[in-house]
């Protein structure tokens, strides 16, 4: 499966791995698994570690800028997002700013700043 994921309740956070060719199919997959997940909580932070995702997914921006409608975390969840190739970074980009509050998502190239970035007190 390109995506894998790990909650971590000591953090609040949910540890993701996207890898490969992923899919719109797999995103509702992951999300739809995290839903069943007893140990989830929306309010849990999101860390999506999307370096080794192919930079060609088979994603539409229109399904991008519609996730926000339907992903399992509250409004008040952060999202960091590591990426490694411009495509990526475009996407994610996308979603951050399909987002009422894209304050509470950031994307990064360097895993250590997400992490920081998450680590740090919520306002």
Known sequence: MPIR???D???RRVNAVFDGKV???EIVS???ALRA???FDPNFDNFADCRAVDPQPDVKGSFVRAMPQFIPF???ARHAIVVANPAIFGLARMFQLANKDDSNIEV???LDEARAWLEKPKK
């Open 30 to 32: 992951y999300y739809d």
């Open 5 to 7: 994921f790990t909650i």
């Open 74 to 76: 509250s409004p008040t």
């Open 37 to 39: 997940d007893p140990s």
């Open 9 to 11: 309740p000591k953090l």
């Open 108 to 110: 990064f190239q360097n």
């Open 23 to 25: 899919t719109e199919d």
